[in-house]
């Protein structure tokens, strides 16, 4: 997870929020690269408790930012170890001084942290380990040892 909290106001214009999410939204990056697995349980979970939107815009491997091989993630990814990256997206306040905790949108932040946990709690209570079984596999550096 990485800067859950921010929301796009709405009737906001200014171009460095153009990608910044909804209160009720979220990016959902790596389920439809890494595992199907991953993704199914991400969706039943969120249609059988919070119904957030989840944008899947950064959950492609030519996506032009690279959100998701330039995250923190990535490298339990590349090792074999299933992951799931949760993000609000870039905004105006992205590391600079005025990004203070007055803009954090409590709120979205307690959904989401919610919906994390029931992620967690889905995923422990599991039968089995979720497979990495999407396009991941074919990239450069994927070891894969793991599943």
Do not use: W
């Given at each position: ?18 990608r910044l999410t909804a209160t009720d939204e979220i990016y959902l990056i790596g389920p ?73 949108d409590f709120d979205k932040l307690e959904r989401i942290t919610k919906y994390i946990c ?13 497979k990495i079984d999407g396009p991941v596999r074919s990239m450069p550096g994927f070891s894969?040892?793991?599943?």
């Amino acid at each position: 997870i990485d800067m859950i909290g921010r929301s796009k106001a709405p009737g906001d214009t200014n171009p460095r929020n153009a990608r910044l999410t909804a209160t009720d939204e979220i990016y959902l990056i790596g389920p439809k690269i890494v595992s199907s697995d991953i993704d199914r349980m991400a969706r039943t979970v969120n249609s059988g408790y919070l119904n957030l939107k989840l944008n899947d815009h950064h959950d492609r491997l030519e996506e032009p930012e690279r959100i998701f091989s330039r995250s923190d993630h990535f490298s339990y990814i590349q090792k074999g170890v299933p992951a799931i990256f949760l993000f609000s997206g870039a905004h105006e306040d992205y590391h600079q001084l005025t990004d203070h905790v007055d803009r954090i949108d409590f709120d979205k932040l307690e959904r989401i942290t919610k919906y994390i946990c029931a992620l967690v709690v889905n995923f422990s209570n599991s039968s089995s380990r979720p497979k990495i079984d999407g396009p991941v596999r074919s990239m450069p550096g994927f070891s894969g040892g793991l599943n």
